[in-house]
C-alpha cells in the first residue's frame, strides 16, 4: 500500500496523508491544509468506521494538533506504531513510512509541551 504525504504547514515534519488515487483522501487533505477542520474532522471519522487506516489517523491526528487536542493527536500516533509500518511516498518524492511520520508527531508534540512548560 503506497500513500501519498501532502506537505503541512501546521507541523513541521508531518504531513496531511491520503492515499494516492482516493480523491476523498485529497480532499480531506485540502480541507485540513485551508484550516477547515471541523469538516475535515467529520469525513476523517466517517472514514475510520469503514476500518483502521494510518493515512485517516495521522490526518486525523493533524486535525486533534491543530484545534488544540493534543492528547487525542498522541493517542492516534500511538495507535499508528502499534499497527504494521506503511510505506508512503512523501510529495518531494521521498519515502516516508507510517510509523515515521507517527515518530515525527510524537516528537514534535512532546517538544511543544517541554517548551510550553518552560
Known amino acids: 500500500m503506497s500513500i ?3 506537505a503541512s504547514a501546521l507541523v513541521p515534519m508531518l504531513a496531511m496523508v491520503s492515499p494516492a488515487a482516493a480523491q476523498d483522501g485529497t480532499v480531506t487533505a485540502r480541507e ?3 484550516g477547515a477542520y ?6 476523517l471519522l466517517t472514514q475510520m468506521q469503514t476500518g483502521v ?3 485517516v489517523q495521522l490526518n486525523l491526528a493533524a486535525v486533534y494538533y491543530a484545534t488544540g487536542r493534543t492528547e487525542q493527536a498522541r493517542a492516534l500516533y500511538r ?4 499497527q504494521a ?9 521521498r519515502l ?6 507517527a515518530t515525527a508527531g510524537l516528537h514534535y508534540l512532546d517538544k511543544r509541551q ?3 512548560a518552560r
Open 85 to 93: 509500518d506503511v510505506p508512503m511516498t512523501v510529495v518531494s518524492n
Open 32 to 34: 485540513i491544509m485551508s
Open 38 to 43: 471541523a469538516k475535515a474532522e467529520q469525513k
Open 53 to 55: 487506516r494510518p493515512d
Open 114 to 116: 517541554q517548551t510550553a
Open 96 to 101: 516516508a513510512t507510517s510509523h515515521a511520520v
Open 79 to 82: 495507535d499508528v506504531l502499534a
Open 4 to 6: 501519498k504525504l501532502v
